[in-house]
């Protein structure tokens, strides 16, 4: 999946030209029986393909069975708005897309969806937008956080997308009842961060990593990811974002393919992109790996997996993932919140979506945890060893 540049660096290219330009010399197997995994070992698994990339397989679904179960855990995902005042250079909902129809959830809109979810023993939420930073927005949030709590007895638990935001807000917030947040890296390498957001003060990978930190110290459940077969992405930048990973500690991971989108500066690139159907495979390699450098973290199988593959997210699960978003934002507004092409399942409501999850987790080999928070194992562990210590 990659080949030598004349810089030493390898970018990331169609499988048929692996055998060829792979020059690593490492195999899955001599990487698996290795006592700590380095950059060497991790770029021997992420680039695995033929059988080496089942036996990596069989070593994930083995982990993830030791250390997790086969439990999957829901969380119902609210994209409640997709009014943002960033420009990432890859996203459908960005600030300069005019093409973008707005949209903004009501509260009650909102509080009713979290309701389904509840109802219907997802036991978690995700509520996720774009990111705006002003008081009235963060009161908004605030005041939706405990009604929720209050409507759904304290039982619905609430993990929060919503972007780079001052310690005080991520404060509030978890007073309020969220108690995990998601906020991906997007890439851990300066260099490709750069190239990929603009040049400016809001678009800055330290800010964002300062945001992790500061959610971790509020004892937050701290999930991150990135996107896989961005264009400029090599396989050592894949193999040290996992590295990242496992550097900072963090509780949970949400990953994915990068999609193009016509209406963003990214598309400029597409015809230099890994086939989408290796942006595919190379997820799920990654996937596999940062289940067994991390054994006991969450990790969810993202929605652009199934954008690219009908059963996708299945996939997922069964090397690894144990955690699915499904999506309960009202079908009606789901067409508005369009990050990438093919976002699946837009025009379906909640109730189809549903009824269409139950069937697929059983084909992944796993039960779905109805009713459980899930909460992450390295996380619980994690604060063990704080309240010891
Ligand atoms: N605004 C918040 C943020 O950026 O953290 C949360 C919402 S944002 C839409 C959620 C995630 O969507 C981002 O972290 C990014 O990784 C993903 N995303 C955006 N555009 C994408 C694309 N073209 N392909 C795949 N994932 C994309
Ligand atoms: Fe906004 Fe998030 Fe999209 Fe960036 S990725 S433009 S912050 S919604």
């Known amino acids: 999946m990659y080949r030598e540049y004349t810089s030493g660096q390898s970018v990331l290219l169609p499988e048929e030209q692996k055998t060829k330009l792979n020059t690593y010399s490492m195999h899955v197997k001599e990487a698996l029986a290795k006592e700590k995994l380095g950059k060497e070992e991790l770029i021997a698994m992420i680039s695995a393909g033929g059988e080496e990339r089942e036996l990596l397989f069989r070593h994930a679904i083995e982990v993830k069975n030791k250390y997790v179960g086969k439990k999957v855990y829901f969380r119902g995902l609210i994209e409640f708005s997709n009014i943002c005042s960033k420009d990432c250079y890859y996203c459908g909902i960005r600030k300069s897309n005019t093409k973008v129809k707005?949209?903004?959830?009501?509260?009650?809109?909102?509080?009713?969806?979290?309701?389904?979810?509840?109802?219907?023993?997802?036991?978690?939420?995700?509520?996720?937008?774009?990111?705006?930073?002003?008081?009235?927005?963060?009161?908004?949030?605030?005041l939706l956080l405990r009604e929720i709590k209050e409507r759904s007895n304290e039982e619905l638990g609430i993990t929060l997308s919503l972007g780079e935001q001052s310690k005080e807000t991520y404060q509030r917030w978890k007073e309020a009842g969220a108690h995990r947040y998601l906020l991906r890296i997007e890439t851990s390498k300066p260099e490709l961060y750069h190239k990929i957001h603009p040049l400016d003060s809001s678009h800055d990978l330290d800010a964002r990593n300062r945001c992790l930190l500061a959610l971790k110290e509020l004892g937050y459940q701290t999930g991150t990811g990135v996107m896989i077969g961005l264009p400029f992405q090599t396989v050592e930048d894949l193999a040290d974002d996992l590295l990242y990973m496992q550097e900072i500690d963090v509780d949970m991971v949400g990953m994915g393919p990068y999609i193009e989108h016509a209406d963003t500066?990214?598309?400029?690139?597409?015809?230099?992109?890994?086939?989408?159907?290796?942006?595919?495979?190379?997820?799920?390699?990654?996937?596999?790996?940062?289940?067994?450098?991390?054994?006991?973290?969450?990790?969810?199988?993202?929605?652009?997996?199934?954008?690219?593959?009908?059963?996708?997210?299945?996939?997922?699960?069964?090397i690894?993932?144990?955690?699915?978003?499904?999506?309960?934002?009202?079908?009606?507004?789901?067409?508005?919140?369009?990050?990438?092409e093919n976002k699946p399942c837009t025009d379906e409501d909640p109730d189809q979506c549903k009824n269409c999850m139950d069937v697929r987790i059983q084909?992944?080999?796993?039960?779905?945890?109805?009713?459980?928070?899930?909460?992450?194992?390295?996380?619980?562990?994690?604060?063990?060893?704080?309240?010891n210590s």
């Open 265 to 318: 500066p990214l598309y400029h690139y597409k015809n230099e992109l890994l086939p989408i159907r290796e942006r595919f495979d190379l997820t799920l390699n990654m996937i596999a790996s940062l289940r067994i450098l991390m054994k006991d973290i969450n990790i969810a199988a993202a929605t652009a997996l199934q954008a690219i593959d009908p059963v996708g997210r299945e996939k997922a699960v069964r």
């Open 320 to 340: 690894g993932a144990n955690v699915i978003m499904p999506n309960v934002t009202p079908g009606l507004y789901r067409n508005d919140y369009s990050l990438y």
């Open 102 to 142: 707005r949209f903004n959830l009501s509260d009650d809109q909102i509080l009713e969806a979290a309701n389904y979810a509840y109802e219907n023993n997802y036991a978690s939420i995700v509520i996720q937008g774009g990111e705006i930073d002003s008081e009235a927005f963060t009161r908004r949030i605030e």
């Open 363 to 387: 084909l992944a080999d796993g039960e779905i945890g109805y009713g459980e928070w899930g909460d992450s194992k390295h996380f619980l562990k994690r604060k063990q060893l704080l309240e």
